[in-house]
T-cell receptor
Framework: TQLLEQSPQFLSIQEGENLTVYCNSSSVFSSLQWYRQEPGEGPVLLVTVVTGGEVKKLKRLTFQFGDARKDSSLHITAAQPGDTGLYLCAGRRGAQKLVFGQGTRLTINP | GAGVSQTPSNKVTEKGKYVELRCDPISGHTALYWYRQSLGQGPEFLIYFQGTGAADDSGLPNDRFFAVRPEGSVSTLKIQRTERGDSAVYLC????????????FGPGTRLTVL
């Protein structure tokens, strides 16, 4: 059973389009993080959201934490080929343990 | 400074063999984590060290898996009697301290059990 469900699992769109990736759970997390992973590399942290309803922006990326701290979304505006990669959400359970979703593999076509 | 490094980058072994995977964390980071990432999945927590001690090993799948960090820096993940199902990318991460939010990941070791 996947504690964090990401959707869609695969997404292929054209450059310039907008997209949203979702991360859902039935459990409450103290914080939720989004990572991006390139082939042959480890995940790299993009953002951490802590407060229910929190919205954070990173250039063309907008991250939102649900009011109940059970879900999150990542919205990309005007996607570029450089945005291609595996996007992972991870919830913090307990002091240190991270629980990851299965990932969304995003491909932006020129 | 240097990031988290892992060796080897690739390891191919035969079913039943013993393997050791090494992780060098960022200098000064006291917390170290091991994760396993199977194909098409997100990383799965295995074990977490604070200093030399394993603070949480609840993710180790069975007693064939063991990890050590004898001097509070380098860590070794040891897998005995490897099985084909152990094939995955093993990721190591470190953070400045137990309460630090950001974990820095290494590139991983791709283990293939034939």
């Amino acid at each position: 059973t996947q504690l964090l469900e990401q959707s869609p699992q695969f997404l292929s769109i054209q450059e310039g389009e907008n997209l949203t990736v979702y991360c859902n759970s039935s459990s409450v997390f103290s914080s939720l993080q989004w990572y991006r992973q390139e082939p042959g590399e480890g995940p790299v942290l993009l953002v951490t959201v802590v407060t229910g309803g929190e919205v954070k922006k990173l250039k063309r990326l907008t991250f939102q934490f649900g009011d109940a701290r059970k879900d999150s979304s990542l919205h990309i505006t005007a996607a570029q080929p450089g945005d291609t990669g595996l996007y992972l959400c991870a919830g913090r359970r307990g002091a240190q343990k991270l629980v990851f979703g299965q990932g969304t593999r995003l491909t932006i076509n020129p | 400074g240097a990031g988290v490094s892992q060796t080897p980058s690739n390891k191919v072994t035969e079913k039943g063999k013993y393997v050791e995977l090494r992780c060098d964390p960022i200098s000064g980071h006291t917390a170290l984590y091991w994760y396993r990432q199977s194909l098409g999945q997100g990383p799965e927590f295995l074990i977490y060290f604070q200093g030399t001690g394993a603070a949480d090993d609840s993710g180790l799948p069975n007693d064939r898996f063991f990890a050590v960090r004898p001097e509070g820096s380098v860590s070794t993940l040891k897998i005995q009697r490897t099985e084909r199902g152990d094939s995955a990318v093993y990721l190591c991460a470190s953070s400045l301290s137990a309460g630090e939010d950001e974990q820095f990941f290494g590139p991983g070791t791709r283990l293939t059990v034939l």
